[in-house]
């Protein structure tokens, strides 16, 4: 099914069936974020980014969320 087919096809939805949609759109999405994350720091790809933000911390270079 074409991008065009879908979009089409969402158009003819109820508000609750696009509702559904979107979530589950989300929730695949989140789940492959999170996916890339877990890769990414198991590859090492964060390692730098992890240092940095360390040394900051404990240089005092950080404030409170």
């Known amino acids: 099914m074409s991008v065009e087919e879908l979009e089409k096809a969402v158009t003819k939805l109820s508000a609750q069936e696009r509702a559904r949609l979107m979530k589950f759109l989300e929730e695949m999405d ?32 950080f404030r409170e969320l």
């Open 30 to 61: 989140a789940a492959e974020w999170d996916r890339q994350i877990e890769e990414d720091a198991r590859s090492g790809k964060l390692d730098k980014l992890v240092e940095k933000s360390e040394a900051d911390f404990r240089a005092g270079r």
